[in-house]
């Protein structure tokens, strides 16, 4: 391929957008507009990844760090939309809003009897626990939904210091929507005092945390009004008693204990659908240095960015040509940046852009028959013999 027919541009500055260095740099090396759409170059380079993921392992090849669950591929940074709950110690991974942990009961209690209590503008969990003087572990929180499916109401009670996954709670009962407030009150359940302690026509869903916590502060379904010592099983019970909630950074592993980690990634490979946009961000994230990109081999579109320095006396542009072709020939993928422009432009080019191997055919290492080879991670060129080039490129890349 030569430059022109890519349309190949490059950017001198990172983009004000850039989220990320890999980002920066597959926009700056002409991958990607500013306005993170694919160009010419970027069309060409997922193309090259499409073609290399007929071999179904080819992402353990590209050297990216990754984590994985049975089915899918994920790359840790810092911006990326998904978060995984991960434990170093066992590996076990998951989707946060599925993870398993270890919950941990309070000390089991004598269940006391129900005392309706007087809580004055106390409709957060925060300040109910504050008026009271409460730990929040010793509340009921309440979340209303409606199912889409037949709208049945659907009243959900987790411990007050947890945050509840919908994603799990939709594993239950299927696709939801918050309860409008028309709902609610049909329910006989109050926003912000709300309990499933006399509900009427409700599927009532708890954490598995609930029926194993004794006395806790739940709602009166009456305005500022609070029941103490609330006791699943003896004031209420539930359809459904499943684990519900999300986990946190540092709660135990539901396998061997030890802290789990929340980790940001994007997804590469689900079930061998692969998202070759996220791979090529994340080769670009994994695979630069302060220049620009440095793709591996393997990654690279172009084993060889081929260039010429325009001569005084010779024509090193015909040379190049000559090179270009017997490159090809010998089945290495070139990148010819058949400009007229000057060294420096060409080299700060070939740097943005990361193919292995720069080959640079100029007027003094042609007068003694030789070229310029620069791996793109080595800072020394060495001269090698015109005829020994694609040997001498097989060799390095090998
Ligand atoms: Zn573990």
């Not at 001198?12 to 694919?38: C, D, H, I, K, M």
């Amino acid at each position: 391929m030569r430059y022109r027919d890519l349309q190949i541009e490059t950017q001198r500055q990172s983009p004000n957008n850039a989220r990320t260095e890999g980002f920066s740099f597959l926009v700056r090396g002409g991958y990607l507009t500013r306005e993170n759409l694919l160009t010419k170059l970027g069309e060409y380079t997922l193309d090259h990844l499409r073609k290399l993921s007929t071999d179904e392992s080819f992402l353990f090849h590209l050297s990216l760090p990754n984590i994985n669950t049975d089915h899918e591929i994920y790359f840790p940074i810092q911006s990326g939309s998904i978060n995984l709950a991960y434990c170093a110690d066992c590996n076990y991974t998951d989707r946060l809003e599925f993870a398993r942990f270890q919950k941990i009961s309070l000390p089991g209690e004598e269940q006391l009897p129900l005392e309706k209590i007087l809580t004055p503008d106390c409709h957060t969990i925060e300040a109910l626990a504050s008026f009271l003087n409460i730990p929040r572990e010793k509340t009921a929180k309440a979340l209303m939904y409606t199912r889409d499916l037949n709208n049945k109401f659907i009243f959900v009670v987790v411990r007050g210091d947890m945050q509840l996954s919908e994603a799990k709670l939709k594993q239950q009962v299927g696709e939801i929507r918050p309860a409008t407030a028309e709902e609610i009150e049909e329910s006989g359940a109050v926003a912000g005092y709300a309990s499933p302690i006399g509900l009427k026509d409700a599927l009532i869903v708890v954490d598995d945390l609930i029926p194993r916590s004794q006395n806790l502060v739940a709602g009166a379904n009456e305005i500022d009004y609070h029941f103490k010592n609330t006791n699943y099983g003896r004031d209420y019970s539930a359809e459904i008693v499943a684990d519900l909630v999300q986990a946190r950074a540092g709660d135990a592993c539901s396998n061997c204990g030890n802290p789990l980690s929340v980790v940001p990634v994007i997804s590469l490979s689900t079930r061998n659908e692969h998202n070759f946009e996220n791979i090529s961000l994340a080769l670009a994230e994994t695979h630069h240095d302060d220049k620009g990109l440095a793709f591996p081999k393997l990654a690279s579109p172009f084993d060889v960015y081929l260039m010429h320095v325009p001569g005084k006396e010779m024509n090193t542009h015909a040379k190049a040509e000559d090179i270009y072709n017997s490159l090809q020939s010998a089945g290495i993928s070139v990148l010819f940046d058949d400009r007229d422009e000057r060294a420096g432009v060409k080299f700060n080019d070939a740097d943005l852009i990361g193919c292995p191997v720069r080959v640079t055919v100029g007027e003094k290492g042609l007068k003694e028959g030789m070229v310029e080879l620069k791996l793109r991670r080595d800072k020394e060129n060495r001269l090698v013999p015109v005829n020994k080039i694609a040997e001498e490129i097989k060799s390095l890349l090998k």
